[in-house]
């Protein structure tokens, strides 16, 4: 239990960015550029747990743009601090939307998003780019790997862990290796997502903000189950 302990101390120190700088932005309404906006703001993309997460994991992980790194002097770990590349309503000339499109962060060799993650950021720039929250409750019907699990650590997880052999060799990019660490690794992985306070901090996962509870059910639905696929 030691070593698999050390493993994840490790998170912290392994992950190396090199960074092309980015500019911190300031908040605007539309910008007066092109990229289509809406003109009324929706709520239909949840910020806190669709989109937060994925720059969390993928922009502010160790050595990059959290709160300790600051690489680059780069912030991206709240609604605050993001949006001072962001301009509601106009992706196109959004400087934190436009750094994700054109092959420079994630750093080359680093994870990277995928079309449909930056499809989402996209539209939830252009409806507004929102501060909200999801509506209560919670759905676990579907908690099958491919059905939610998959996503929840694309977005959570993978910017740190989803590419072989994966930050501190925690590798979640495929059902397989996800199910092959997390087998040999319950507890510890529980109390990680959980961020159980008897592990230290740069143990709990993610890294500085806990996800949704909802997602830490589903996921726990979902190893209580055997881990379906």
């Not at 230290?200 to 500085?208: C, E, H, K």
Request: glycine letters at 10%.
């Amino acid at each position: 239990m030691k070593k698999i302990i050390s493993i994840f101390t490790l998170i912290a120190i392994v992950i190396a960015c090199k960074h092309t700088i980015l500019e911190p932005g300031t908040v605007g309404n539309s910008g007066g550029g092109t990229g289509g906006g809406s003109s009324t703001p929706t709520d239909s993309i949840c910020f806190q747990t669709e989109i937060l997460p994925m720059y969390q994991s993928y922009c502010a992980s160790a050595g990059c743009h959290n709160s300790t790194s600051r690489a680059d002097g780069i912030v991206l770990v709240d609604y605050t601090t993001i949006m001072q590349g962001i301009i509601p309503g106009n992706p196109t000339n959004s400087k934190y939307f436009k750094i994700i499109t054109n092959n420079k962060m994630p750093p080359a060799g680093s994870p990277q998003l995928s079309a449909t993650q930056i499809a989402l950021i996209q539209k939830w720039i252009t409806l507004g780019a929102l501060n909200n929250t999801c509506p209560t409750g919670c759905d676990t019907s579907k908690f099958t790997y491919t059905s939610a699990v998959q996503t929840i650590f694309a977005n959570s997880c993978n910017g740190c862990h989803g590419n072989a052999p994966g930050s501190g060799n925690v590798y979640l990019g495929t059902y397989a290796s996800s199910q092959a660490y997390i087998s040999a690794n319950t507890t510890l992985f529980l109390k990680a997502i959980n961020h159980d306070a008897t592990l230290p901090a740069i143990q709990r996962m993610p890294q500085g903000t806990k996800m949704s509870d909802c997602n830490i059910k589903i996921i726990t639905k979902w190893i209580n189950a055997g881990m379906p696929k």
